[in-house]
């Protein structure tokens, strides 16, 4: 799958769980950059991505994601197999 078209999904998937009419993602975009990101909207992102791209990310990873660009990579990884 194309970074594209994650991302695309992703500014939608951003924009239902932050209710929020428009947000800019980069791929260096952290909860820093987004007021509404807290921990427990992280929970919602994090669910609301796994629906979407019908994946589950490993609680390792979960943890260890710094910013948008490391969940496409993950998720362009799981797209692979």
């Not at 921990?39 to 629906?51: G, K, R």
Request: proline share 1%.
């Amino acid at each position: 799958m194309e970074k594209e078209v994650i991302m695309q999904r992703l500014i939608q998937i951003f924009k239902d769980v932050f209710d929020l009419d428009d947000v800019v993602l980069t791929p260096d975009t952290t909860a820093d950059d987004i007021e509404e990101w807290d921990s427990l909207e992280h929970i919602n992102l994090i669910s609301a991505v796994e629906s979407s791209f019908k994946m589950k990310f490993k609680m390792k990873e979960i943890s260890t994601m710094k910013n948008v660009g490391e969940m496409i990579s993950i998720i362009q990884e799981r797209a692979k197999r």
